[in-house]
Structure formats: C-alpha cells, structure tokens
C-alpha cells in the first residue's frame, strides 16, 4: 500500500515538472534590449537607476517603482524582505525578464 502511495506522489510530481517544463519551453523570448551590457573596466557590476518594472505591461501600478541600485564589484549584496516583498522580482528586472517600464539597468 505504501508502494502505490510513493508511486502516485511521483507521477504527480512528474506531471507538475513536465507542466514546468512546457510553459518554459513555450514562453516568450527575452527582449536583450532591455538590459544594456556595457564592458569597460569599470567599479560597478550592476546599475539601476529610477527603475519601474512590470510582469503585465496592462497592469496600472508597476511591480517595482523607484529602483534605484549600484552594486559595486567584489561586494556581497543581501536583498531580504517579506514574502511577496519583490527579493526575486528585483532579480528578473536585473536580468531583463521583466518589462522596463522607465529607468535604465547596466550591466558591466
């Protein structure tokens, strides 16, 4: 009986993977205008200035607004806050997986 538990927990878990899978695989593509990659010598990694970000560019208020960050090389950056708060949306808008609504995000 324990058998026919483990085995239905697995299919389940099979099928939410493959469900996963499908959406990645089926999404949009990245727009690679969104973030620019600047590559001089340069003290900063990352850059954000006055960043408004959205998942729907239909929804009235931004997700993120007034994002303003300078990550310097060699330092160690904690981003902690409540669930829901926005630590994996910042992340997205960092990598260009969000729509940029205003501002401008660096890479170096």
Same mark, same amino acid.
């Given at each position: 009986m324990a058998d026919l538990f483990n085995n239905l927990s697995f299919q389940i878990q099979v +099928?939410? /993977?493959?469900? #996963?899978?499908?959406?990645?695989?089926?999404?949009?593509?990245?727009?690679?205008?969104?973030?620019s990659h600047d590559y001089p010598e340069h003290e900063m990694l990352v850059s954000v200035a006055d960043g408004k970000f959205t998942w729907d560019e239909t929804m009235s208020t931004p997700t993120l607004q007034n994002i303003n960050l300078n990550v310097k090389k060699g330092t160690l950056i904690a981003v902690v806050g409540n669930v829901g708060s926005g630590k994996s949306s910042?992340?997205?808008?960092?990598?260009?997986?969000?729509?940029? +609504? /205003?501002? #401008?995000?660096n890479t170096f």
């Open positions: +099928q939410v /993977s493959l469900k #996963r899978i499908n959406k990645f695989m089926s999404s949009d593509e990245i727009n690679p205008e969104a973030v910042l992340l997205s808008a960092i990598l260009g997986d969000m729509e940029i +609504q /205003s501002g #401008r995000v």
